[in-house]
């Protein structure tokens, strides 16, 4: 087992390692990181429903839907990467809610739109600041190389929690994106 020495409230930096009080094994450290993720997408799960009354799955597809204007179940699951039936699950809760509702198209009477109403637009205002916007403005913000480290080093934490081929949004949030249209 390979030890390294770290202060405790500076392991961000390489050039930490060696310079600090506490000896911590690298695994462990990596476990520590891996449960500070976690916990920070369990905490805003927990922040979000409690400020807006939604899950970061429903807050999300309100956001898609705020963001065009108007939008189909089908463009909301190819954009999250989920089923249909998913999105269609979630749209039935968040129109119980009055976040939005479902309009024949004009143009296609086949199709149903999908739009934020007035209650909608209060909630995503009304709403803490996203977990993953923080997450994408900061990554936004890194070099190429940064970005390109870290999304190697992402895929082999997940292919080392054999996780690398679940059904995945491109959503912080911790369980499955099914539970939260129940």
Partial sequence: MQRIAIHPKRCDDATDIGL???????TDISL???RR??????LFGKELAQA???????FRVLQLIAEKGISTPKAISV???VTQ???????????KQGVLKRERSQVDRRQMNIVVTDKGFQTLADAP??????????????????KAQLIASLEKVAAMLDAHELDASPLLDVGDIKRHHQ
Avoid: C, H, N
Avoid at 37 to 42: S, V
């Fill in 79 to 81: 954009q999250m990467g």
């Fill in 129 to 146: 600041d996203p977990l993953q916007q923080r997450y994408v403005r900061k990554f936004e913000a890194l070099k190429d190389w940064e």
């Fill in 37 to 42: 993720i976690l916990r920070a997408t369990e």
């Fill in 52 to 58: 807006a009354g939604l899950s970061p799955v429903q």
């Fill in 85 to 95: 039936a998913t999105v269609t699950a979630l749209l039935d809760k968040l129109e």
């Fill in 32 to 34: 520590i990181a891996l």
């Fill in 20 to 26: 600090g009080r506490l000896d911590m094994d690298r």
